[in-house]
């Protein structure tokens, strides 16, 4: 049966150095990671989201706060269990993968240690590699392998000992961009064939999109917000997580009117009427909006309403353009051929697409 996760009240402080203050890494993080889930811990680097992760695993002792492995009705605390008690499977960004012995010696340690029969450890090496696709380079070295190769390794190494929870420390970050994009998918595949719940850490938003179940974005050790990939790109909480999970413009406006149903806010694009309950006529906000959801029609002249072309970007399946109109500068990401003598454009933004967001 799959393990939940509960996080109660986490904090870390490392003691400073010489005169300097402590620092705070993990401030007060509160998670539950459902059965069977795989879970992203997303941030910038300094954020906390690795120290987050150790902690869980047992390498580093948190300062306060709890955490719970939850399996059926059973509720197991693991806060202070030695790392080797928790049944955790980790993956490591630098593989960790012992040179000197096979990739099939490699996978089998964790059972050797668990000293299991000899027999039960060769089959179940044999299917943890054909798992990921390295049943046929059981008797290499590591040395003999690519690097997503080894990482694969390492994935079946943490996944052989049927691990309770699996952890990943950036397992992809030493590889280069075709190799990240065909572990993603097996990755994910692989938790989701086991069944297994896994936290995975990262500072690459588009891994977090492509592969969570749900995401915590973490900022100054503290977590910013939590939701899926949809929920936190298109409606943002407030403007660093807009900022962080991919392009977005952020206009600013003033509500000028409040009803049942829609609230109109006043921008340098007009008055825009959106669905945002709990906003007071008169205060200042902050809207987001991402630049696919700006739509783009080529015009000849700059009237009323208009935007002047400032630069284009052609990335293969978008061309992105930055648009000036008036004082606001506006990125549009588009699909339709637009005619590189065109200077001027005429812009349309579903009303849906904003997303009002909070000055951190």
Partial sequence: MPTAIVIENLCKTFAGVGASKPSIAVQNVSLRIEPGELFFLLGPSGCGKTTLLRMIAGFIEPTSGRIFFESGTSKREVTWEPANKRNAGM?????????HMTVEQNVAFGLEVRKI?????SRKVLEALDLVQMGDFARRRP????????????LARA????????????PLSNLDAALRLELRSQIRRTCKDVGITGIYVTHDQREALSMA??????????????????ELYFRPSTRFVAGFMGETNLIPGTVESVSESLTGVRTPLGLISISAPNLVIGNPVILSVRPEAVRVKASS???????????????????????????????????????????TCQIDI??????V????
């Fill in 350 to 355: 579903d009303p849906e697409a904003f997303a």
């Fill in 91 to 99: 993956v490591f960004q630098s593989y960790a993968l012992w040179p």
């Fill in 357 to 360: 967001v909070s000055i951190d």
């Fill in 117 to 121: 029969d000899k027999s039960v450890r």
């Fill in 143 to 154: 040395t003999q392998l690519s690097g997503g190769q080894q990482q694969r390794v390492a």
């Fill in 213 to 230: 179940d749900r995401i915590a974005v973490l900022r100054h050790g503290k977590v910013a917000q939590v939701g899926t990939a949809e």
């Fill in 159 to 170: 996944l052989v000992i049927e691990p309770s929870v699996l952890l990943l420390d950036e």
């Fill in 301 to 343: 002249s700059m009237n009323n309403g208009q935007c002047r072309i400032l630069s284009r970007m052609f990335h293969g399946e978008h061309t992105q353009l930055e648009l000036s109109l008036g004082t606001l500068t506006l990125l549009a990401s588009v699909r339709e051929f637009i005619d590189p003598a065109s200077e």
